[in-house]
């Protein structure tokens, strides 16, 4: 049997961990630069606020709602789905964490257990500990744990926890379930499925194994249908680590100087490496692309993508760093506005065994980098994030003094919160 573990709302639920103020009220989240709604809580959902709305359009939709406007903050949603996930940790026998706001769990075989009553008392541990309500759902393979997650969300009488553990309970799940919304089934194949009359997943389970194979040839399709059917066929280690990682952001207006755009690409470079250190993986290859504004029809528009293949695979942020600064300078062209950058890592293989080169290969000087890089990764879990960089992540004062916040020509965030759990000046004071 498997379980998930899905964070309600997340980014709404962390805002208001310490904002008790605002239970029951509307509650929207904004993607980076405060551009459009990322995160609704149930109330904002109820009144009709879409997710991707653009954030100026609250106002004019919306006039005189109290609606709670919060800009992204990465640092507080990571550090309190880790203590969600360290809760699970201590409950689970096996887990695996999915995305920031999604854990699985494995019970095997055969639980000796009552899941139901599992999945209850880890909300309500949840709920007392961290302050972030989670629903469960538990069933014989991750697809039907996520349909499973899904009714556990949406139904109070579930008790936050749905389990799917009979043929019958399997049937009438998925006869309610769109197929739209099935994990696994994208919007193209979700549109395809209906215009054949497949309207939701007991209709997609009802097809047979040779039609499903013939009609898409897909092994992700497959694998969802033997999932609905109970046939447990995600293997975990495709889900446990990512295969590629991108990181890019718009900017906060235009960048047309190649030193800022250099600056904006390093910051996104050494979030790269960091995410490859955090689940034991190096790269090979390292990408940049970049592009200018295409709704911007008055202006000259240009896109490029170029990336450079390392003789040795690495996680050392000087190292990423630098092949990414050497790949941008040759794709950027001067005389254009651009809006959005980013730095994708591809051919990620594990941090062990390591294909050393045979020619190049100074253990000592790897050593030392690795050394650095854990001290940095210590320093910014204690102090914050960035709190310790390297230099080309610096923006600079026309004057060429390096600034103290590295983001602050990088990121609008004008309704950021607070960060009580990892900066020292946010802690709160209590009265």
Request: aromatic letters at 10%; charged letters at 25%.
């Amino acid at each position: 049997m498997y379980g998930i573990v899905d964070c309600d709302n997340c980014y709404v639920s962390c805002e208001r961990v310490f904002r008790p103020d605002l239970n029951r009220k509307p509650v929207v989240v904004l993607s980076n630069n405060d551009g459009c709604v990322v995160a609704r809580s149930n109330e904002a959902k109820r009144m009709g606020i879409k997710a991707g709305m653009p954030y100026y359009q609250l106002a004019e939709q919306f006039p005189g709602s109290d609606i709670a406007v919060f800009s992204s903050n990465y640092e507080l949603y990571g550090e309190l789905t880790a203590r969600v996930v360290e809760i699970i940790r201590q409950e689970a026998p096996a887990y695996f964490r999915y995305s920031i706001d999604e854990c699985f769990v494995y019970f095997g075989g055969t639980a000796d257990k009552n899941l139901k009553e599992w999945g209850e008392n880890l909300h309500r541990r949840v709920r007392k500990s961290v302050g972030m309500p989670v629903s469960i759902g538990i069933a014989p393979t991750k697809t039907l744990a996520k349909t499973a997650s899904h009714f556990a969300k949406k139904y109070a009488g579930y008790r936050h926890c749905c389990l799917i553990d009979s043929e019958e309970k399997r049937i009438k799940a998925l006869k309610l379930f769109p197929i739209d919304e099935v994990w696994g089934i994208g919007r193209r194949y979700a549109a395809r499925l209906q215009s054949m009359g497949v309207m939701t997943a007991y209709d997609f389970a009802q097809r047979h194994d040779s039609w499903v194979r013939a009609v898409f040839n897909n092994i992700v399709i497959w694998r969802t249908w033997a999932e609905l059917n109970g046939i447990d066929s995600v293997p975990n280690e495709e889900m446990a680590k990512k295969k590629s990682i991108c990181t890019s952001r718009s900017f906060n207006g235009m960048v047309s100087d190649y030193e800022t755009l250099r600056t904006h690409v390093a910051n996104y470079a050494a979030r790269c490496a960091e995410k490859l250190r955090r689940q034991h993986t190096m790269a090979r290859s390292i990408g940049v692309f970049l592009n200018t504004n295409m709704f911007r029809e008055d202006l000259p528009q240009y896109f490029n993508f170029r990336e450079k293949r390392l003789t040795m695979p690495t996680n050392s942020t000087i190292d990423i760093c630098k092949a990414a600064n050497d790949v941008l300078s040759a794709a950027f062209l001067s005389g254009y506005q651009y809006k959005k950058a980013g730095v994708i890592v591809t051919e990620i293989c594990p941090e062990a065994p390591l294909q050393t080169d045979l020619f190049d290969f100074d253990a000592e000087r790897f050593e030392k980098k690795q050394r650095l890089s854990d001290a940095i990764d210590r320093i910014n879990k204690i102090n914050g994030t960035e709190t310790v960089v390297i230099g080309s992540q610096q923006y600079t004062r026309p004057d060429g003094h390096g600034r103290a916040d590295i983001f602050a020509n990088a990121i609008k965030h004008e309704f950021k919160s607070k960060n009580p759990t990892t900066r020292w000046n946010d802690i709160i004071d209590l009265k």
